[in-house]
């Protein structure tokens, strides 16, 4: 997992609720993602950022929510906007300027 | 949008044989491709990656073959061991303005039989 921490490893919300999943990288890299992975399928952006206090829009942002305010931490909020928000969620960080993307454990969010 | 794609979702070997996984892609333009390994209820981790000015890379018991013609991708396991079984996913890009950005195909489940 080389120096990227995700926390909660298990979540579970009630609907109607937001929630925020953690993400911790001390790599000291400038680049990190939020990837939403569903059974039996890829991953799927979200929001990605390349440098503090700036962030773009995804695949799929609609519903989700980040902050980049320090270069280690990339929390991502998961909205009650968000219509089907039970998934694997996973961050990864990398080299701006480079591609290749390290990954943390990730989060399992259940909606009850 | 752009896609990756695997040819097979599933892939069954057995343990000492080679495994070859493929990956086609749709964009000509991609220039960096990657594979990473996924352990159920993990993250993806990086296996080998390769840059479009190379055909082949060779890693420890793995190795990316790149055929930009076909925009073709394949990851070969020597002696695949059962330590190996997990889904294989590729990815595709270094794109101009959405540099930095991977677009991941859906995965090849490897199962590696004793």
């Known amino acids: 997992d080389g120096g990227i921490t995700q926390s909660p490893k298990y979540l579970f919300r009630k609907e109607g609720q937001n929630v925020t999943l953690s993400c911790e990288q001390n790599?000291?890299?400038?680049?990190m993602y939020w990837y939403r992975q569903d059974p039996g399928q890829g991953l799927r952006l979200i929001y990605y950022?390349?440098?503090?206090?700036?962030?773009q829009k995804g695949d799929i942002a609609e519903g989700y929510s980040v902050s980049r305010e320090k270069k280690e931490s990339f929390p991502l909020t998961v909205t009650s906007a968000q219509k089907n928000p039970t998934a694997f969620y996973l961050c990864?960080?990398?080299?701006?300027?480079?591609?290749?993307?390290?990954f943390g454990p990730g989060t399992r969010l259940t909606v009850l | 949008g752009e896609s990756v794609g695997l040819h097979l979702p599933t892939l069954s070997v057995q343990e000492g044989d080679n495994s070859i996984i493929n990956c086609a892609y749709s964009?000509?333009?991609?220039?960096?491709f990657i594979w990473y390994k996924q352990e159920s209820g993990k993250g993806p981790q990086f296996i080998i990656d390769?840059?479009?000015?190379?055909d082949k890379r060779q890693g420890q018991r793995v190795t990316v073959l790149l055929n930009k013609t076909v925009k073709h991708l394949s990851l070969q396991i020597a002696a695949t061991q059962p330590g190996d079984s997990a889904v294989y996913f590729c990815?595709?890009?270094?794109?101009?303005?959405?540099?930095?950005?991977?677009?991941f195909g859906r995965g090849t489940q490897l199962t590696v039989w004793p």
């Open positions: 390769i840059r479009s000015n190379m």
């Open positions: 790599l000291n890299h400038d680049a």
């Open positions: 964009n000509s333009a991609s220039d960096y």
């Open positions: 950022s390349q440098i503090v206090n700036d962030f």
């Open positions: 990864a960080s990398s080299i701006q300027g480079t591609d290749t993307q390290y």
């Open positions: 990815a595709e890009g270094g794109r101009g303005s959405t540099l930095g950005r991977l677009y």
